[in-house]
């Protein structure tokens, strides 16, 4: 399972006020949780009380990530691909700009974000649950899911890790976690969604557990 880390450049380009969240007066975090897993429009166009306070498409955003996945996957236009947690698609997105004619598919769960999705990805989009993916066995070439695993319960997460491996040939995976008693409590305080808190060896365990081998990579709360 090698270690593939293309997110931490993002992750680190948003400065987090961490107490400030935990005890924001006019939203209290648990109703904060209550609301974003709803994953309707407060999740993603609400206030920043609850979640992103908007999420916009912004131009080049997500080129770097998309590059270094064309590369590291040797990705061509006859290449097909799969985004499970895909959002409104940006990211799709992306990689057709840069290989115009591969072959993408998004999956989330937010019948908000598929409906709201960039409108030129979104007949390749649809509404569904990563632990029962609608597709046939070794369907695409990669399939990979960024900041989403770690949204699940355990016998989601478990099922999950089997469907990404058995609906591709080649797998990426992004979850948060983290290496210090500080990093965890920053995580506890920012989160919203979060349902697995794992250390870099609990992940290590569900991957080898659920006969993960794919690439992975983690961003930390510092």
Not at 1 to 23: C, E, G, Q, W
Not at 157 to 183: K, M, P, T
Request: proline share 4%; net charge negative; glycine share 6%.
């Amino acid at each position: 399972m090698p270690y593939f880390d293309i997110m931490s450049p993002l992750h680190k380009s948003t400065k987090r006020d961490y107490l400030a969240r935990v005890n924001n007066p006019r939203m209290p975090k648990f109703r904060a949780a209550e609301i974003a897993k709803r994953w309707g429009f407060e999740y993603w166009d609400g206030s920043r009380d609850i979640n992103y306070g908007g999420y916009y498409y912004k131009p080049g955003y997500w080129k770097p990530v998309a590059e270094k996945l064309i590369e590291r996957y040797s990705l061509s236009e006859h290449s097909s691909i799969l985004d499970i947690g895909c959002g409104k698609g940006f990211l799709l997105y992306e990689i057709m700009r840069l290989l115009p004619g591969i072959g993408i598919q998004g999956l989330d769960i937010s019948g908000y974000a598929v409906e709201n999705s960039k409108e030129e990805v979104s007949d390749c989009l649809v509404i569904g649950s990563s632990d029962d993916l609608p597709f046939k066995d070794k369907s695409f070439d990669l399939a990979f899911s960024i900041n989403t695993f770690h949204n699940l319960t355990n016998r989601g997460l478990q099922q999950s890790l089997c469907e990404i491996s058995r609906v591709s040939r080649s797998q990426y995976i992004c979850v948060e976690s983290y290496r210090n008693e500080e990093e965890k409590m920053n995580l506890l305080y920012w989160q919203v969604t979060c349902e697995q808190f794992n250390s870099e060896d609990d992940w290590q365990w569900w991957f080898e557990s659920s006969n993960y081998s794919g690439d992975f990579s983690f961003i930390f709360f510092e």
